[in-house]
């Protein structure tokens, strides 16, 4: 079982930046691929990027690559996603999840998510 909390969201202007936090609980984070989703208003939730269990690969949606960097650190149970060059079809709450199965498996377990809102 894994629980996760994500933090860091809020109000941005249009090319600045945001970092969000994802803490973990859970004796076995190691072992769980990790990714970041997002829900924008009226639409589906879509990938965004996701991290292997050791760190060692990567993978991005097409939207994002390039401008969003997703990263781990299994010690501390957290995983990040560095957003820079923000635009405002960005806007989104973004959830951070969890797959036993791997970058592109099924996700497991689900944050409650964070609103980010950039402004034009």
């Known amino acids: 079982q894994v629980q996760l909390v994500e933090s860091g969201g809020g109000l941005v202007q249009a090319g600045g930046s945001l970092r969000l936090s994802c803490a973990a609980s859970?004796?076995?984070?190691?072992?769980?691929?990790m990714g970041w989703f997002r829900q924008a208003p009226g639409k589906e939730r879509e990938f965004v990027a996701a991290?292997?269990?050791?760190?060692?690969?990567?993978y991005y949606a097409d939207s994002v690559k390039g401008r969003f960097t997703i990263s781990r650190d299994n010690a501390k149970k957290m995983v990040y996603l560095q957003m820079n060059s923000l635009k405002p079809e960005d806007t989104a709450v973004y959830y951070c999840?969890?797959?036993?199965?791997?970058?592109?498996?099924?996700?497991?377990?689900w944050g409650q998510g964070t609103q980010v809102t950039v402004s034009s």
């Open positions: 999840a969890a797959s036993r199965i791997g970058i592109l498996g099924e996700y497991d377990y």
């Open positions: 991290i292997s269990w050791s760190g060692t690969n990567t």
């Open positions: 859970g004796r076995t984070f190691g072992n769980y691929a």
